[in-house]
C-alpha cells in the first residue's frame, strides 16, 4: 500500500494525467533548441576575450592603428574603431539576417572610397593611392603648419616672387592648406625624405615662367635637407636653372622652354618679341636636355593666351617670318602631339616618371568672384569661399582637356609611357589673394610705389606669391613620387 497522499503510477496513467506533465516538458524543450542560439549570442556577445567600446584592450588596438599611420596619410573613413566579432553559428546569422532590415545599396561615393583604399605598391614611403583624386577638395586656413618655408629663409627665391619683401603687408595667402575630398594629402613636406628619394637623381621642371615660379617653390622646400655648403645653384643664360645638392648627388632643375616646341621666344632674356612664332614639329633642340631625366615635370599654357590664332612656320619655311596662322587650339594640339610622341619614343618608363602640370588660372576679372569693385587681383586677401558652380575666369578649359586627353595617350602608344597628369586649375582658381600683384618686378626692378598705387596697369595676376600656392602643387608632386617605389638610382650629369 503506498505512502498516504501519493498516487502510484500505474493510477496515473490509468487517469490520464501524465500525458499532461509530459507535453509540458517537451514544449520548454522545444523552445530551448528553438532560441537555442539566441541564448548563446546572449551569453558570448560580451565575451572577456574581446574588447569592448570602453576597455583598455580596445584604446590600445586603435592606438596601435594610430601609431601604424604616422607619416602615412590614409583614407578618411577607413582609420576608424576596430570591426566587432562575435562568436555565432552560421545559423543564428541567416535568422538574424532575416529579421533584420535590409541594408541600403552602397552609394557610388562609398564604392569609390573603397576602390581608393587599395594599397600602394611595396616600396613606397606614402600612402597616396594613384586612385586618389587630389584635384577636388577645399582650401583650410591652416596657421599651425603653414607656410612650409619661410620667405626670408629660403636663399633661392627672386625678386619677383618675394611679396612680403616687396611691401606686401597681409600674409594670409602664406597659411591655407589644400584639403582634397576622398583622402589627405601629406600634412607637410619631409625635405629628407623627398631629398633620399631624389638620390643620385635629377628633377626637372618644364615650361614657361609658371613652371619655373614652381621650381623655385621646390628648392625652397627642399633646402631644410641641404647642408650648408654643400649646394649651389647655376644659370645657363637663363635656359637651364640647376640647383646642384652635393651630399645627394642630386640636381632640381628649370628648363626654359615656354611652347615645348622651338619658337622665335626661346631666348629667356628678348623671348618679349611682338609676334611669337612656333614650329610645332620641332622639339628637338630643347629636349635633348631632358634625356635621361628621372622626373620630368611638364607645363605650357599662358603663353598662348594673347590671341586666338597662333603662328605657326610653314613646313618648307626657312624664316620665323614664314608662317601661318592656326587657330590656337589646333596649334596646342599639335605641339602636344609633337610632345607624347617623344615622350614615348625617348623616356624609359622603368626609370623615369612623367608628370603634366595643367593650367595655372589668371584672376583679371574679380566680378568673377562677386567684387565688381576690384581691381583685378590686388587687395585680395581671402581665397574664394563657400562659392558654388564654375568661376568664369577666363581659362581654355578645351586647351585644358587637350593636355589631360595627350597625357592619358601616351601610356596607350604602341610603347608604354605612363603619364600623371596634375590637375591644379579648379584649386588654385579660388585662390584670387595669392598673386604677386603689384608686390613684384617690371623689367627687373621692383615696382615703385607709384607704380604698386595703379594696380588697374601694373598688377601681376599670374605669377604666385611663396610661400603660397606652387607649394601645395609640389606638396600633390611629392605624394605621387613618394607613393610609388623607388626606381633605379641614376647618374647626375
Not at 61 to 69: D, H, K, M, P, W
Not at 176 to 183: A, K, L, T, Y
Not at 350 to 368: D, G, K, W
Request: charged content about 25%.
Amino acid at each position: 500500500m503506498g505512502l498516504p497522499g501519493r498516487r502510484n503510477p500505474a493510477s496515473l496513467r490509468r487517469s490520464g494525467r501524465l500525458p499532461v506533465y509530459v507535453a509540458g516538458v517537451f514544449f520548454v524543450a522545444s523552445i530551448l533548441l528553438m532560441f537555442r542560439d539566441e541564448i548563446l549570442y546572449l551569453t558570448t556577445a560580451r565575451s572577456p576575450s574581446l574588447p569592448t567600446a570602453g576597455s583598455s584592450d580596445g584604446a590600445g588596438l586603435i592606438q596601435r592603428r594610430e601609431e601604424l599611420s604616422v607619416n602615412k596619410p590614409v583614407l578618411r573613413g577607413h582609420g576608424g574603431k576596430p570591426e566587432k566579432h562575435h562568436s555565432v553559428t552560421e545559423r543564428h546569422r541567416k535568422v538574424s539576417a532575416k529579421r533584420r532590415p535590409k541594408k541600403k545599396k552602397a552609394t557610388k561615393a562609398a564604392a569609390r572610397k573603397k576602390v581608393m583604399a587599395a594599397p600602394v605598391a611595396a616600396g613606397a614611403e606614402l600612402n597616396v593611392p594613384e586612385t586618389c583624386d587630389l584635384s577636388k577638395g577645399k582650401w583650410v586656413f591652416d596657421n599651425a603648419t603653414y607656410p612650409l618655408y619661410r620667405e626670408e629663409a629660403c636663399e633661392f627665391l627672386t625678386a619677383q616672387v618675394t611679396c612680403m619683401r616687396n611691401g606686401r603687408r597681409d600674409d594670409g595667402y602664406q597659411k591655407w592648406q589644400w584639403q582634397p575630398r576622398d583622402c589627405d594629402l601629406p600634412p607637410a613636406f619631409d625635405a629628407r625624405l623627398f631629398m633620399e628619394r631624389l638620390r643620385g637623381k635629377r628633377l626637372m621642371f618644364v615650361g614657361d615662367s609658371l613652371n619655373r615660379n614652381q621650381w623655385e617653390s621646390m628648392v625652397c622646400l627642399v633646402q631644410p635637407a641641404l647642408s650648408p655648403g654643400k649646394n649651389y645653384v647655376t644659370w645657363w643664360e637663363g635656359q637651364r636653372v640647376v640647383l646642384h645638392a652635393w651630399e645627394y648627388n642630386a640636381t632640381v632643375e628649370f628648363y626654359w622652354a615656354p611652347f615645348l616646341v622651338e619658337s622665335n621666344s626661346d631666348d629667356p632674356k628678348m623671348h618679349s618679341v611682338r609676334d611669337r612664332v612656333i614650329k610645332p614639329e620641332a622639339i628637338a633642340a630643347h629636349a635633348g636636355d631632358w634625356l635621361g631625366v628621372d622626373y620630368l615635370v611638364f607645363n605650357t599654357y599662358i603663353w598662348w593666351m594673347n590671341t586666338l590664332n597662333m603662328k605657326v612656320v610653314r613646313p618648307t619655311g626657312k624664316t620665323w617670318e614664314e608662317y601661318d596662322e592656326v587657330g590656337r587650339i589646333e596649334a596646342y594640339r599639335r605641339v602636344l602631339d609633337t610632345w607624347a610622341t617623344w615622350v614615348n619614343d625617348n623616356v624609359d618608363p622603368a626609370r623615369t616618371s612623367v608628370f603634366f602640370m595643367s593650367v595655372s588660372p589668371l584672376h583679371i576679372s574679380p566680378e568673377a568672384w562677386g567684387n565688381p569693385g576690384g581691381v583685378r587681383c590686388a587687395k585680395e586677401t581671402a581665397p574664394v569661399q563657400n562659392w558654388h558652380g564654375p568661376l568664369w575666369l577666363g581659362t581654355d578649359w578645351d586647351m585644358f582637356r587637350a593636355a589631360a586627353n595627350a597625357s592619358r595617350a601616351v601610356g596607350r602608344r604602341r610603347r608604354r609611357v605612363p603619364v600623371t597628369f596634375v590637375d591644379v586649375t579648379a584649386m588654385s582658381e579660388l585662390r584670387k589673394d595669392a598673386h604677386t600683384s603689384v608686390h613684384t618686378i617690371r623689367q627687373g626692378r621692383v615696382l615703385t610705389p607709384e607704380q604698386q598705387a595703379d594696380p588697374a596697369t601694373y598688377a601681376d595676376c599670374i605669377h604666385w606669391c611663396l610661400p603660397g600656392v606652387p607649394d601645395v602643387w609640389n606638396l600633390m608632386l611629392y605624394a605621387r613620387i613618394l607613393s610609388r617605389p623607388a626606381a633605379a638610382t641614376g647618374r647626375v650629369v
